[in-house]
């Protein structure tokens, strides 16, 4: 389907940018990294994800092109309490084509993110880990189930304490494409085994984590049941991981993005069902502690629209948000969703790109009155880094560094 809610899907086509008609694909499952490479200007930046554990403590992850657009590198920006500035990140000598999507943070001396390292020339796609220790971003080993000439992402991190950490993506080696989960002891990352839905010749992969302690974490995403796709959600339950029946309103794809949690009865997942060949709708699914169930959530764009939903965090059993992009071509505006307990309705939010396309890919929250979401607006002929914050009572604009710009 040719449409742009398929940009967040990982299955053929990553992303799509779209400045002044041309498309330049991110084609990460067939193994290229990236196509039409001289499509994209030299100061394009995003960002797609972030974490915060204070008022004084946040950070986003995304990436930039460098030069004439002949290199994508990994972008981490930090807030102190009172700006965001640019922090150093690593990138892998021998890859040119760097990406950071997930980022989760413990404390001011504890944060992941996690992505992956390729090349424009083709060839293998590797996992990427970065660790904050409270003074500088470092890459750490992380494997690569599928081998030397496979495709290896990782999508989403989440963490409870300098000893737990998990990340998720998937494993695409071959044919197949299977869920990756791999797990932080506080000494190495490790594959951990996890399910595989859609029967011998999966295809599965998993997009966002969320935990609460050691004995229970979620991951979510997608498994392809032809000729559409279905949500995917698995439990863990500190012994292993397994799948657990969700929810597909839809009658054509189902997709999860993105999960939080605050306790063992409170979970959420969120991302898009396809009600038409051409319409997609927002997705919410929440976790009782008994069992998964759609919840009813808005589509501003109306009933021809595309909205989706990319990320969600929550604070408690009555504040949550989720964040993502009501779109009706050619144009797309921000989406912010918020759960007071009762109902998910939607909340004002800004448009710097005007009339062009703004999205936000991620959020996070440590109160009812410090919230962030991130993502990207569209300036023609570039994108720009876009962070909005919650103060308790509006979203707002917060100023944010575009490297090359």
């Not at 965090?313 to 009501?326: D, F, L, P």
């Amino acid at each position: 389907m040719n449409r742009l809610s398929s940009v967040r899907s990982p299955w053929l086509v990553h992303r799509f940018r779209v400045a002044l008609g041309l498309v330049a694909a991110v084609l990460i499952c067939a193994g290229a990294t990236r196509a039409a490479a001289t499509a994209w200007p030299s100061s394009n930046a995003w960002f797609d994800g972030v974490a915060a554990t204070s008022a004084t403590n946040a950070w986003a992850v995304g990436t930039y092109v460098t030069g004439s657009g002949a290199a994508d590198q990994t972008l981490i920006e930090h807030w102190n309490g009172k700006r965001w500035k640019v922090q150093p990140s690593s990138n892998p000598s021998g890859f040119n084509n760097n990406w950071l999507y997930g980022v989760a943070a413990t404390s001011p001396t504890n944060a992941w993110a996690v992505g992956y390292v390729a090349n424009f020339a083709g060839g293998p796609v590797h996992t990427l880990v970065e660790h904050w220790n409270g003074k500088a971003w470092k890459a750490q080993p992380s494997p690569n189930p599928g081998g030397s000439t496979a495709n290896d992402v990782l999508y989403a991190v989440a963490a409870t304490s300098a000893t737990n950490a998990w990340a998720v993506g998937r494993d695409h080696s071959g044919h197949t494409l299977k869920t990756l989960i791999e797990h932080w002891n506080g000494k190495a990352w490790k594959v951990q085994p996890s399910p595989n839905a859609g029967g011998s010749s999966p295809r599965s992969v998993l997009l966002g984590v969320a935990a609460t302690s050691a004995t229970n974490a979620w991951a979510v995403g997608r498994y392809q049941k032809a000729p559409t796709a279905k949500t995917l959600i698995e439990h863990w339950n500190g012994k292993g991981w397994k799948v657990q029946p969700s929810v597909n309103p839809g009658h054509y794809d189902n997709e999860l993005w993105s999960a939080t949690a605050t306790s063992s009865t409170n979970a959420w997942a969120v991302y898009y069902t396809g009600t038409s060949q051409t319409t997609d709708k927002t997705l919410i699914e929440h976790w009782n502690g008994k069992a998964w169930k759609a919840q009813p959530s808005s589509n501003p764009g109306g009933s021809t629209a595309n909205d989706v939903l990319y990320g969600v965090a929550a604070t408690s059993a009555t504040n949550a948000w989720a964040v993502g992009r009501e779109q009706t071509a050619p144009t797309a505006k921000t989406l912010i969703e918020h759960w007071n307990g009762k109902a998910w309705n939607v909340q004002r939010s800004a448009n710097p790109g005007g009339s062009s396309r703004d999205d936000l890919e991620a959020v996070a929250a440590t109160s009812a009155t410090n919230a962030w979401a991130v993502g990207h607006d569209y300036i023609g002929p570039t994108e720009q880094t876009l962070i909005e914050h919650w103060n308790g009572k509006t979203w707002k604009v917060q100023p944010s560094v575009n490297p090359n710009h």
